[in-house]
């Protein structure tokens, strides 16, 4: 069973950063995409940041929604069982609850983590 915990969220005034960690547990190691969602009150979940499996070989892209571009940072520890989400020039509509995903396994499978609320204060 595959569980992730996020944690690094907080408040935080416009221009400050913050860091998003994803713990992963149980059986990851065939992992398609991995990656960061938030949500904001009254809006869609939307996909901000993520790490696609691209080939066999270990081989991999990242994707960064246009509005966190040049801001935003995603990356994983070696052991590949932690996502990171550095998040600088924050602005206030980045407040939002943002959740981890992995999705992984043939037929492949999502999995989501409780998230973790970041607040960004004009």
């Known amino acids: 069973q595959v569980q992730l915990a996020e944690s690094g969220g907080g408040l935080v005034q416009a221009g400050g950063s913050l860091r998003l960690s994803c713990a992963a547990s149980?059986?990851?190691?065939?992992?398609?995409?991995m990656g960061w969602y938030r949500q904001a009150p009254g809006k869609e979940r939307e996909l901000v940041s993520a790490?696609?499996?691209?080939?066999?070989?270990?081989?991999?892209?990242?994707y960064y929604a246009d509005s966190v571009k040049g801001r935003f940072t995603i990356s994983r520890d070696n052991a590949k069982t932690t996502l990171f989400l550095q998040m600088n020039s924050l602005k206030p509509e980045d407040t939002a609850m943002y959740y981890c995903?992995?999705?992984?396994?043939?037929?492949?499978?999502?999995?989501w983590g409780q998230g973790t609320q970041v607040t960004v204060s004009s």
């Open positions: 149980g059986t990851t190691f065939s992992m398609n995409a």
């Open positions: 790490i696609i499996k691209t080939g066999g070989s270990g081989d991999s892209k990242i």
């Open positions: 995903a992995l999705n992984q396994g043939n037929p492949a499978r999502d999995y």
